[in-house]
């Protein structure tokens, strides 16, 4: 079992900065490539971007790369989700999940755990 607890999120303005931190416990989180997705009120959760165990593999949605990082730090068991130049349209709640395979990372039924979510509200 990996527990994960997301943080970080809150409102900012649009074109602003913000990075959310997703922290496990349980397992080794070496062990688990990562993923964040995200839900907005009404629509179905969606990818935004992996990071493999070692961090050595990152893969992100189109819509939000070259403006999002995801990072991980093993020795903190902590991965985190870089977001810059923020949009109106990405408000939602953002997730992290946490999955032993580094394959098909866009699927989020894939994930076997899940945490329980932080609101980012980006105001126009």
């Known amino acids: 079992q990996v527990q994960l607890v997301e943080s970080g999120g809150g409102l900012v303005q649009a074109g602003g900065s913000l990075r959310l931190s997703c922290a496990a ?18 629509k179905e959760r969606e990818f ?18 070259g403006r999002f990082t995801i990072s991980r730090d093993n020795a903190k068991n902590t991965a985190y989700l870089q977001m810059n130049s923020l949009k109106p ?27 329980q979510g932080t609101q980012v509200t980006v105001s126009s």
């Open 48 to 65: 935004v971007a992996a990071i493999s165990r070692s961090g050595g593999n990152t893969d992100y949605a189109e819509s939000v790369k």
């Open 25 to 42: 416990s349980g397992r080794t989180f070496s062990y688990y490539a990562v993923g964040w997705f995200r839900q907005a009120p009404g």
């Open 89 to 115: 349209e990405e408000t939602a709640v953002y997730y992290c999940a946490a999955r032993r395979q580094y394959v098909d990372v866009i699927i989020s039924r894939e994930y076997s755990y899940w945490g």
